[in-house]
């Protein structure tokens, strides 16, 4: 299987984890202006769980290093497995909050908070469950993105409170989503073997538990997304026979967007053995910065913003940008 063997792989895997992860949800604007983000979340954890099948049976299982796919399935103790499905299940009930939020608030509102306090939290808990790298950097630069986060709320803030149609359900619902994501990592992380040339037994290679955390987004989407379809954060419920009325373009969209963020954790995962979890899910949380660029400068999410608001954009831009140069500080 393939294995990543050096810190500046690792370092980059997350540079691309950090795109994949801030851009999947520009396929959720591209879709139709009818398809709702509840129909356009089937295709998304559809194409996360090709991708990881994808995954597993080519990266998983060339060359002759480690263990490869089918052999690591057949050995892995059920627990692993279980604890790499809840870090699905919570992921997924993450998400589905978040994906509501960037409806509700857009994309450079909904990932900043969402995202950011998961950042804050996950790198916490995942250092505290493999402590590597010097904490004093590691956690300013978690103070940075925390700063940028209170930032990007304000100016939310001033940019919607004269507005007479101004909700805060967006804000709202993005923070326990954070909260959540926060945690999700750590589940796939503990299933995981310490050393993937010389596995130890019982325990998943990444791309095993790619896979059990794939099932475990796609089988709780029946529990969560249906609830959600049935008692939508804004709009009418939804029939489940709105979903075979969709376009091939709609479809294609949530299923790409599922390709893309999986590409950003299967690629996150595997760094995660040179980069130790809390760095390389602290890098990859640096997707807010795509994320609020293609909001603010794509998508002109903030075109009607005043100036002063427009610098707090700009503020809480480079704080995220220091933030993230320090947690790569922080292992080197």
Not at 110 to 115: E, K, L, S
Request: hydrophobic share 55%; net charge positive.
């Amino acid at each position: 299987m393939f294995i990543v063997e050096s810190y500046t792989t690792a370092i980059l895997f997350c540079f691309i984890t950090m795109i994949c992860w801030g851009s999947w949800a520009n396929m959720q604007k591209l879709n139709s202006g009818t398809w709702r983000f509840e129909l356009f979340y089937w295709d998304y954890v559809i194409g996360i769980l090709l991708f990881s099948i994808l995954f597993a049976f080519t990266a998983g299982s060339m060359g002759m290093r480690g263990r490869a796919f089918i052999p690591d399935l057949a050995q892995a103790d059920p627990a692993n497995l279980l604890s790499a499905f809840t870090g699905g299940v919570l992921f997924n009930l993450a998400n589905i909050l978040l994906v509501a939020a960037i409806a509700i608030a857009g994309m450079s509102v909904a990932f900043p908070t969402g995202i950011g306090i998961a950042l804050i939290l996950g790198v916490v808990v995942n250092y505290l469950a493999k402590p590597e790298g010097d904490p004093r950097v590691l956690f300013s630069g978690v103070l940075l993105i925390a700063i940028a986060i209170l930032l990007n709320a304000n100016a939310y803030r001033r940019l919607n409170r004269k507005t007479s149609n101004f909700s805060m359900k967006g804000l709202v619902i993005a923070i326990p989503a954070g909260i959540m994501l926060g945690f999700f990592y750590k589940y796939v992380a503990v299933s995981m073997v310490s050393d993937q040339l010389n596995p130890e037994p019982g325990k998943l290679t990444p791309y095993t538990a790619l896979v059990s955390f794939a099932v475990g987004i796609f089988v709780s989407n029946f529990i969560f997304n249906s609830f959600i379809m049935y008692k939508p954060f804004v709009g009418g419920a939804i029939p489940w026979s709105a979903w075979f009325k969709g376009s091939f373009k709609d479809h294609a969209m949530g299923i790409i967007g599922g390709v893309i963020w999986n590409l950003g954790m299967s690629l996150n995962i595997l760094a995660a053995a040179k980069a130790s979890p809390a760095i390389s899910y602290g890098l990859g949380q640096g997707a807010t910065v795509i994320a609020a660029i293609w909001g603010i400068f794509i998508w002109k999410e903030f075109k009607n913003a005043d100036r002063r608001t427009n610098n707090q954009l700009y503020i809480m831009l480079a704080l995220y940008v220091a933030g993230i140069a320090l947690l790569i500080i922080a292992r080197s």
